[in-house]
T-cell receptor, first 114, second 114 residues
């Protein structure tokens, strides 16, 4: 595997389910990110991890819970979601946690909440 | 804080014709600028970036962009498009100095017509 991988690619869940999204980067980067991509909206940065420490949480509802067990893996735990949470969730990584660093994105998980 | 405006949500263009995708930004400090491309069912990948130096930046797949500080613009251009350029293009900006998060525009869908 190379680059940034995400599983699953598609997920359909009910509002009472609990599921997790997984991201893995094979680039040796130090920073990882979760973004939410909805139609006709800018990418919304949800969480930033630098060296496995959460450094940013952009007012994301508590029904989204991130976890970064090591510098290569990032999870997004989901519970009691709402239909408006349906979106494409993108994981990204960068060498450094700076604004000048290029971000490498995974293909995303298409989430549908029924 | 910074913001990015991509006024054109969709741009149709015939194959082998030139194209310009517009991006304007606002920021109270100096910035780094990026263009990312997202092909269907894929994550974003970097096309080009401006960090400093020459205001004309060349990227992958024959794209280039010019940083215009006075007009706060970073328009993306290609002299002759191919069918394979059909994708969504995102402009992004981050403030210089230390860690600054990247802000993305809403995207422009480029549709290349055979």
């Amino acid at each position: 595997e190379t680059g940034v991988t995400q599983t699953p690619r598609h997920l359909v869940m009910g509002m009472t389910n609990k599921k997790s999204l997984k991201c893995e980067q094979h680039l040796g980067h130090n920073a990882m990110y979760w973004y939410k991509q909805s139609a006709k909206k800018p990418l919304e940065l949800m969480f930033v991890y630098s060296l496995e420490e959460r450094v940013e949480n952009n007012s994301v509802p508590s029904r989204f819970s991130p976890e970064c067990p090591n510098s290569s893996h990032l999870f997004l735990h989901l519970h009691t979601l709402q239909p408006e949470d349906s979106a494409l969730y993108l994981c990204a990584s960068s060498q450094e946690r700076t604004g000048r660093s290029e971000q490498f994105f995974g293909p995303g998980t298409r989430l549908t909440v029924l | 804080a910074q913001s990015v405006t991509q006024l054109d949500s969709q741009v149709p263009v015939f194959e082998e014709a030139p194209v310009e995708l517009r991006c304007n930004y606002s920021s109270s400090v100096s910035v780094y600028l990026f263009w990312y491309v997202q092909y269907p069912n894929q994550g974003l990948q970097l096309l080009l970036k401006y960090l400093s130096g020459s205001t004309l930046v060349k990227g992958i797949n024959g794209f280039e962009a010019e940083f215009n500080k006075s007009q706060t613009s970073f328009h993306l251009r290609k002299p002759s498009v191919h069918i394979s350029d059909t994708a969504e293009y995102f402009c992004a900006v981050s403030d210089q100095g230390g860690y600054q998060k990247v802000t993305f525009g809403t995207g422009t869908k480029l549709q290349v017509i055979p």
